[in-house]
T-cell receptor, first 111, second 116 residues
Framework: GQNIDQPTEMTATEGAIVQINCTYQ??????LFWYQQHAGEAPTFLSY????GLEEKGRFSSFLSRSKGYSYLLLKELQMKDSASYLC????????????FGAGTQVVVTP | GAGVSQSPRYKVAKRGQDVALRCDPI?????LFWYQQALGQGPEFLTY????????KSGLPSDRFFAERPEGSVSTLKIQRTQQEDSAVYLC??????????????FGPGTRLTVL
């Protein structure tokens, strides 16, 4: 499968900005997903990037560079409820769309 | 509308017992995926259904794991003779489209299985 790397943990204060990086292998690339997962809950969809560039969706933005095999998720105006794990995932293998996930980045927002 | 639901939410089994985990996908979704998530890790793919057809079971860890979706909606993941290493959260996800279409997957809350 894919080798997907993202940092294990990041800590930031309320109101600040945090950038979560994700790197992946570029062969057979077919888009990249970001999911948010609160402890004990379902992963919830945040974004899907298939073309290069930045996509903004409210306080969350996602960036993709296909040539570099690199994406980031930008969380602005951090709120306490943003404390969660953020998962980077790419479809891999055949055409069924199964996802290969990174291990997740635990974001801790402090007052 | 209703999202993906899973039952039970928590299951404790003694080593050697069989368990059955249920997934109710979003109505009308063609694709259904099962993932296994260990503590502190991302979900790992187990198996994929397109309607009632199981098209990929390459992620099932052993022949003790079996999944079905007989009528193309509800799916059941069965684990026979459970072992301690089976302890994990089992997530189900569904997506609207089928073969060849990368599509957003919507996840259920998972079943946390603990094998003693």
């Amino acid at each position: 499968g894919q080798n997907i790397d993202q940092p294990t943990e990041m800590t930031a204060t309320e109101g600040a900005i945090v950038q979560i990086n994700c790197t992946y292998q570029t062969s057979g690339f077919n888009g990249l997903f970001w999911y948010q997962q609160h402890a004990g809950e379902a992963p919830t969809f945040l974004s899907y990037n298939v073309l290069d560039g930045l996509e903004e969706k409210g306080r969350f933005s996602s960036f993709l560079s296909r040539s570099k095999g690199y994406s980031y998720l930008l969380l602005k105006e951090l709120q306490m409820k943003d404390s969660a794990s953020y998962l980077c995932a790419v479809p891999w293998g055949d055409s069924w769309g199964k996802l290969q996930f990174g291990a997740g980045t635990q974001v801790v927002v402090t007052p | 509308g209703a999202g993906v639901s899973q039952s039970p939410r928590y299951k404790v089994a003694k080593r050697g017992q069989d368990v059955a985990l249920r997934c109710d996908p979003i109505s009308g979704h063609v694709s259904l995926f099962w993932y296994q998530q260990a503590l502190g890790q991302g979900p790992e793919f187990l198996t994929y259904f397109q309607n009632e057809a199981q098209l990929d079971k390459s992620g099932l860890p052993s022949d003790r794991f079996f999944a079905e979706r007989p009528e193309g909606s509800v799916s059941t993941l069965k684990i026979q003779r459970t072992q301690q290493e089976d302890s994990a959260v089992y997530l189900c996800a569904s997506s609207k489209r089928g073969q060849g279409k990368t599509d957003t997957q919507y996840f259920g809350p998972g079943t946390r299985l603990t094998v003693l």
